[in-house]
């Protein structure tokens, strides 16, 4: 990074710093001995009583996984807009024990109604509403399993323990706050089609208002079930039929083994290397990790400290160019389609991709094979926790779009994702995000939609961050923009709170956080021939931990555009 614009992030994430966490543990910091434990636990996520959730599990004697079921269900419970146990998600999980690092795949999975025609309208066009409203646009959930599959397999503490805050908070209540009801009165006509989402959000008579209590009763109940009987408590039994019920009700189609046959993956993680960083990541069926490795190996071509504002960001914005057209063309869930990982994932082809990189000019997008797309909101969630043990969570979750298919199953309380937006619905046709697939990514029975959701651990000899966000297409770069700012030494808070861009290769154009590029660089990328949208609304929602492990300093960084989100960092080891 170019010390003048090194200067102006510091000007611009210093404000923010104040609302992460740290904890020095200065008794020896001199030594500069390499630590092989945190000195405590550390907890970043979207919600302030999620990550309390999960500190309070970890003062009962809980470890990370642990803390992760409860910030997981707590924030399915306090953030219905962006996740929840009618979603799916991502957990990259670091056990300390046996040193090993293990994706958790928990992503949801497309019914057998759902047949490329069955998205199409007479016209042959994409029929938006099917895709994003109601029970055609909902996967069949994996969060719940995910649970399950965490307690049963890295916890400590039983599901009734760990899921406790999060059904006293779907009892009892929390206040809500502008971004629900923000995003409920953009998503309110869809919403209101629902008689079950209607119990919920218009228990009152009128839409939720902040500063008023949420309560969710039939959620408490429903994730009660979980915690008493697993797996079963949610994919059989009542709480399936009234999820059946539901989508038959609205005119959708779904069969019990959809649900009975639900399973989580453990994949291997996707590892590569940039500079002294080893990367731990999301493999397919995401496209996080591919385009992070690509556009980080593209990137290790230059020494981007020494290259000046305009010529740093060509340079970032042309490996997300190409990485996001292979996300295109190439990625899909491995279960079902060949992804072409050994080349993707080369330094050879990361070598050749850089050599199409004009120095001094844009290659226009449409000039790379292929083909094109626009954009939407953002929602979905991540949390970031590492332990005294040094065991390590970085999970993202979701159920899509503002308050997912805007349909919740009457009795249960549960919010269905649209996560079929994910899919190619049509080949060709741009999603809700303005990213578009090809036959990788077509819709099939049982097949995973591609994700760009790229939960993370990074790690250099002396640190350790554990990474991810939210920002549908935009996940990607914004992780990538997260990892340089910790390569360029910054703090965790001040990461979460760096500026942001992004280019997806269709548009042709960069989108940028205003202050992300300032006004000279601006002009300068424009003359290469970029098109540099620079003053953008802010988007996403980063939180991330780290831990040095000289210093024995644990931090936490929420990303301050989320008023609601919290850090906390415990420094000593509990109980
Ligand atoms: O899995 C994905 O890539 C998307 N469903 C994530 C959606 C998201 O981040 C929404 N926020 N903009």
């Known amino acids: 990074m170019s010390k003048p ?13 104040a609302a992460g966490a740290s904890a020095a543990q200065a008794s020896d910091t001199s030594s500069a001995q390499i630590r092989t434990h945190p000195p405590g636990t550390a907890i970043a996520s979207g919600h302030a009583l999620a990550t309390k959730a999960g500190m309070d599990i970890i003062r009962a004697g809980g470890n990370a996984f642990d803390a992760a079921v409860a910030v997981s269900a707590t924030l399915s419970v306090v953030e219905p807009i962006s996740s929840g146990i009618g979603g799916g998600g991502f957990f990259l999980l670091h056990d300390a024990k046996t040193g090993k690092d293990i994706f958790v795949d928990a992503r949801e999975t497309a019914p057998a109604s759902a047949t490329p ?3 199409l309208d007479e016209k042959g066009e994409l029929n938006r509403d099917r895709a994003t409203n109601g029970p055609w646009s909902a996967g069949i959930p994996g969060l719940p399993a995910a649970l399950v599959h965490l307690a049963q397999n890295y916890g400590r503490l039983p599901l009734k323990t760990t899921l406790a805050p999060a059904i006293r908070l779907a009892r009892e209540g929390f206040e809500i706050y502008p971004r629900l009801e923000r995003g409920y009165a953009s998503r309110r006509a869809v919403m209101e089609r629902y008689r079950g989402t209607r119990a919920v959000f218009l228990a009152d008579g009128t839409p939720p208002m902040t500063g008023e209590i949420l309560r969710q009763p039939e959620l408490a109940r429903t994730i009660e079930l979980i915690a008493e009987k697993g797996f079963d408590g949610f994919y059989r039994g009542e709480t399936a039929k009234k999820l059946l019920a539901a989508v038959k009700e609205e005119g959708g189609k779904w069969r019990i083994d959809e649900l009975t046959g639900y399973q989580v993956k453990e994949r291997e993680p996707l590892r590569f290397r940039y500079r002294d960083w080893d990367i731990t990541t999301a493999p397919p069926p995401s496209s996080g990790g591919v385009a992070l490795a690509e556009m980080l190996q593209i990137l290790e071509g230059w020494d981007l400290s020494k290259l000046d504002e305009a010529h740093r960001h060509h340079v970032i914005v042309e490996a997300m160019r190409r990485a996001y057209r292979d996300r295109t063309i190439y990625l899909g869930d491995p279960d079902f389609v060949k992804v072409p990982m050994r080349r993707l994932m080369s330094l050879d082809y ?12 844009a290659t226009p997008s449409e000039l790379l094979p292929g083909v094109p ?29 503002l308050y997912g298919s805007g349909l919740v199953a009457p009795g249960t309380g549960v919010l269905l994702n ?6 190619a619905l049509r080949p060709g046709t741009p999603n809700a995000f303005g990213v578009m697939g090809f036959a990788a990514n077509a819709p099939e029975a049982g097949k995973r939609m591609l994700s760009s959701m790229t939960p993370s651990f990074i790690e250099s000899k002396d640190r350790i961050a554990v990474l991810g966000a939210p920002g549908g297409s935009r996940i990607i770069t914004e992780v990538l923009v997260g990892i340089l700012g910790y390569d360029e030494g910054l703090n965790a808070q001040q990461v979460a709170a760096l500026p942001r861009f992004h280019h997806q290769w269709m548009p042709d154009a960069i989108s940028a956080e205003k202050g992300a590029i300032g ?3 601006v002009s300068a990328l424009e003359a290469m021939g970029h098109t540099v949208n620079a003053a953008e609304s802010p988007w996403g929602n980063l939180q991330t931990v780290s831990w040095n492990k000289r210093t024995n300093t644990l931090e936490g960084g929420t990303d301050p555009r989320n008023p609601v989100g919290s850090a906390e960092v415990v420094d000593s080891r509990i109980p």
Do not use: C, W
């Not at 090194?6 to 994430?13: E, G, I, T, Y």
């Not at 990361?350 to 000019?361: C, D, M, Q, S, Y």
């Not at 797309?373 to 899509?400: C, F, K, M, W």
């Not at 649209?418 to 899919?423: A, S, V």
């Open 5 to 17: 614009l090194r200067a102006l992030l510091l000007a611009l994430v210093l404000p923010f710093a």
């Open 117 to 119: 025609a069955a998205y």
């Open 350 to 361: 990361a070598a050749g991709l850089r050599a199409t990189i004009h120095p001094e000019k």
């Open 373 to 401: 797309a626009p954009l939407e909101d953002d929602e979905t969630t991540h949390y970031s926790i590492i332990d005294a043990d040094g065991n390590r969570v970085s999970a993202t979750q979701t159920v899509n779009l």
């Open 418 to 423: 649209n996560e079929m937006d994910d899919f």
């Open 519 to 521: 006004p000279a660089a």
